[in-house]
């Protein structure tokens, strides 16, 4: 079993940027498919990115492609997610997620969540 722990989140004014990283320890890293995922008050969780294993393929929501940038360094044991260009509406608890299935990215199906960090953006 993973253990993720997100960090980097905070308040920013629309139009600035925040990088979120994802730490995980357990088992091997570089075995475990990444993703990040977020739910704002009264929603639904939603998919946000997701990354494979070796981070040579990264897919996106269709709303967020050329805003938001997932990236993964297996020797830190750590996904990122950059996001630029903010909004209000990105205000979300945003959560980091693992599996070893390697069409995890595809399927957007994780079985292993981080705790979240808060991000608000305001206007």
């Known amino acids: 079993q993973v253990q993720l722990v997100e960090s980097g989140g905070g308040l920013v004014q629309a139009g600035g940027s925040l990088r979120l990283s994802c730490a995980a320890s357990?088992?091997?890293?570089?075995?475990?498919?990444m993703g990040w995922f977020r739910q704002a008050p009264g929603k639904e969780r939603e998919f946000v990115a997701a990354?494979?294993?070796?981070?040579?393929?990264?897919y996106y929501a269709d709303s967020l492609k050329g805003r938001f940038t997932i990236s993964r360094d297996n020797a830190k044991n750590t996904v990122y997610l950059q996001m630029n260009s903010l909004k209000p509406e990105d205000t979300a608890v945003y959560y980091c997620?693992?599996?070893?299935?390697?069409?995890?990215?595809?399927?957007?199906?994780?079985?292993?969540w981080g705790q979240g960090t808060q991000v608000t953006v305001s206007s």
């Open positions: 357990g088992r091997t890293f570089s075995s475990y498919a």
């Open positions: 990354i494979v294993r070796s981070g040579g393929t990264t």
């Open positions: 997620a693992a599996d070893p299935d390697p069409l995890s990215p595809a399927h957007k199906r994780f079985g292993s």
